[in-house]
């Protein structure tokens, strides 16, 4: 089934809002082993929107629209759409009535032009909004299925997730299980990780591949069709074992969900363990990661943000001819940093992070340099020096990051 998304608002191509939608949706379908071949944006114009129309019927079997479907007069999806198919539009009860009893119960005047948003293509597939007035629907004209769905993502992702997807699924030619499996890394870019995959994702079919960034991270998803979850899981493994093989050392965790610190936290709890953190150039950043975990305060006993030299010494204990030397930012100061911050603070490990986020230059040292220090009750100390680049946001937020993901490598090695 090739799949098409059209957002369909003037705002977005005016940049005033990201297509977070699009996004969504090409995730959702991609759990169903439905390829997206195409992402529209167009304005809120009929004219424009349906010549677009026109194209997706010709290359689509699947088109989604999302957006146009209030109550004012550039809202134009389903009108424009039903132009298309040939149907007229009708008012759904259900939808009628709740719009109704919305403004009832809040005692306010409902303007007329609130009912257009009950309106419905004659003959669809209505989709409840759960969270909205205007309900989504289905059509299908020739050979290709309309999906037409609100803008709002509050109201978008929940209608996806409870009414579309299965609707989707009956659509597909063979009843069959969606299993899938997520891996999460850390370390390797987008592009580094697709050409260590190429060969694999090329020659996809079931099992599919799809990798996506989020947040200087990499997520992988491997998706089977198969009459049962067993045998879908049979179809992954070994998908999942040519994966590990390859770019196992990047693998933090699978799962939907899961972040890199919440998978850090929940391993140190199984194990019983604990950790702090000494932190220069990212001024908090990890602990704050840390600390955004529910439960955290059972394996995380604090931090130390050593922001200056004098903190670094005598807080920290770095002495004046290691700073003066080697320099705030160098592989003696993270070790010493990491190895006092755990001892003082009694944990399992010590994590530190010292470098130069910039602006500008520091020590003579370029923007960028970071080292993070890694150090284990048993284990000789780790330090590991890093180049990044961007910004100053993106530095901290990436060495803070790898800070978290280079513990959590240490704690596989205990």
């Not at 070994?238 to 929940?266: A, C, F, M, W």
């Amino acid at each position: 089934m090739r799949a098409e998304i059209i957002a369909v608002g003037t705002e977005l191509l005016l940049g005033q809002i990201a297509n977070t939608n699009a996004q969504f949706l090409s995730q959702k379908l991609a759990q169903i082993g439905v390829g997206v071949y195409f992402h529209t944006v167009v304005g809120d114009n009929s004219e424009r929107l349906l010549q677009v129309i026109r194209l997706a019927a010709e290359r689509s079997d699947l088109v989604i629209f999302s957006g146009g479907l209030g109550p004012t007069q550039d809202d134009l999806t389903k009108e424009t759409v039903a132009a298309y198919v040939g149907v007229d539009l009708v008012t759904d009860a259900n939808a009628m009535k709740y719009i109704e009893d919305f403004f009832t119960q809040r005692g306010i005047v409902m303007t007329e032009n609130n009912r257009k948003q009950a309106l419905v293509l004659a003959g669809s597939h209505v989709l409840p909004n759960d969270f909205g007035m205007a309900p989504g629907m289905a059509i299908r004209h020739d050979s290709t299925t309309f999906v037409l769905l609100p803008g709002p993502p509050s109201e978008l992702y929940p209608m996806v997730d409870r009414y579309v997807m299965p609707y989707l699924i009956d659509l597909l030619p063979e009843k069959q299980v969606f299993h899938s499996r997520v891996f999460r890394f850390y370390g390797i870019g987008e592009s580094a990780l697709e050409e260590r995959l190429l060969d694999l994702i090329e020659k996809q079919d079931n099992p599919t591949i799809a990798p996506y960034a989020k947040e200087f991270e990499v997520t992988l998803r491997v998706t089977a069709r198969a009459a049962t979850a067993e045998a879908g899981e049979a179809l992954i493994l070994p998908v999942e074992k040519e994966i590990r093989d390859r770019v196992g050392q990047y693998i933090y965790g699978t799962g939907e969900d899961s972040s890199l610190h919440e998978v850090l936290i929940n391993e140190l709890r199984k194990r019983g363990e604990s950790i702090a953190c000494a932190e220069s150039c990212t001024g908090g950043t990890v602990a704050s990661l840390i600390t955004s975990v529910p439960g955290s305060s059972s394996v995380f006993r604090g931090g130390i943000v050593c922001y200056t030299n004098e903190v670094k010494n005598q807080v920290l204990g770095v002495s004046e001819e290691v700073l003066a030397t080697e320099g705030a930012v160098s592989e003696q100061t993270a070790k010493l940093l990491a190895e006092n911050v755990r001892e003082k603070l009694g944990t399992t490990y010590g994590v530190s992070v010292t470098g130069v986020a910039g602006p500008d230059s520091s020590e003579g040292k370029p923007v960028g340099l970071v080292y993070v220090g890694i150090a284990a009750e048993g284990l000789p100390t780790v330090v590991k020096e890093l180049r990044l680049a961007g910004r100053r946001q993106a530095i901290v937020g990436r060495a803070a990051k790898f800070a978290l993901f280079y513990a959590l490598q240490m704690q596989k090695e205990r």
